[in-house]
């Protein structure tokens, strides 16, 4: 099941620089393994904004979920999901 979701970072102004880019990595890692495993096929950042779309693509809702919630930036996003469904004229 493709996804397309939306997610925009918020990271508090409080949040110590070493902190925030801490998380940061984690952040990256944890992207660049599912983008690895297929899961996360696309990743486009937004000109301009701190925010990306993304496509995933996942067995389920819950298994979209569950991706989501463990992304370490997750506290700091605002996240909307869209389900994708086969276009009646796409060629693919
Ligand atoms: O930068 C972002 O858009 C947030 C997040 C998504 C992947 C990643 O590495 O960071």
């Known amino acids: 099941m493709l996804y397309l979701v939306h997610m925009t970072v918020s990271i508090p102004d409080n949040l110590p620089t070493a902190e925030a880019d801490r998380i940061k990595a984690e952040e990256k890692a944890y992207s660049q393994n599912l983008q690895k495993s297929g899961k ?53």
């Open 40 to 92: 996360w096929p696309h990743l486009w950042r937004v000109v301009g904004e701190y925010a990306n779309y993304s496509v995933f693509d996942v067995e389920s809702n819950d298994e979209l979920h569950d991706l989501l919630s463990k992304l370490p930036l997750f506290k700091f996003m605002k996240i909307s999901v869209t389900p994708l469904a086969k276009h009646p004229s796409s060629i693919r």
